[in-house]
């Protein structure tokens, strides 16, 4: 059987970037005492996530770009919907979305800059996904 899962699976759904398979965070985003802790490696294929220190600082940079698109697609939806006459229903529309999803935006950031950094080897996925043992 060929795995196939897309490269935006992986990414919106925090999987492993390499086989696209193993979870990528140790919890689900949000249960804040592990809020956006990546495991050490991938469980299905052992790939080290981490390749250096602090490898995840640069994923700050993904979560503005994320954050800010987020409070894009809250405008457009709030234009759409006819209910951006306002500034402060516009402002606290876009602040309650972002406390909302903060979570979720600082964890696809994370598998955002993992995705930049490893390939997608779907030799080993194929090998992961024939592998009963996980
Ligand atoms: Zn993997």
Redo the contacts with the bound molecule.
């Keep these: 059987m060929v795995v196939k899962r897309s490269y935006l699976y992986s990414l919106l759904f925090l999987k ?1 970037p ?2 696209r ?2 979870e990528f965070l140790e919890a689900n985003p949000y249960k804040f005492s592990k809020m956006n802790h990546v495991c050490e490696r ?1 469980p ?2 052992d ?1 080290k996530y981490s390749i250096e220190p602090s490898f995840y600082t640069g994923s700050m940079y993904v979560c503005y770009a994320v954050g800010i698109a987020f409070a894009v697609a809250t405008y457009v939806i709030l234009l759409i919907l006819g209910m951006a006459d306002d500034p402060l229903t516009i402002f606290i529309s876009i602040v309650c979305i972002l406390a909302l999803t903060f979570p979720y935006i600082g964890a696809v950031s994370k598998s955002i800059w993992a995705h930049l950094f490893f390939k997608y080897d779907p030799k080993i996925a194929k090998e ?1 996904n024939n592998d009963t043992r996980n």
Excluded: A, N, S
Aim: hydrophobic share 20%.
């Design positions: 492993c390499r086989c398979q193993g991938c299905k294929c790939l992961v």
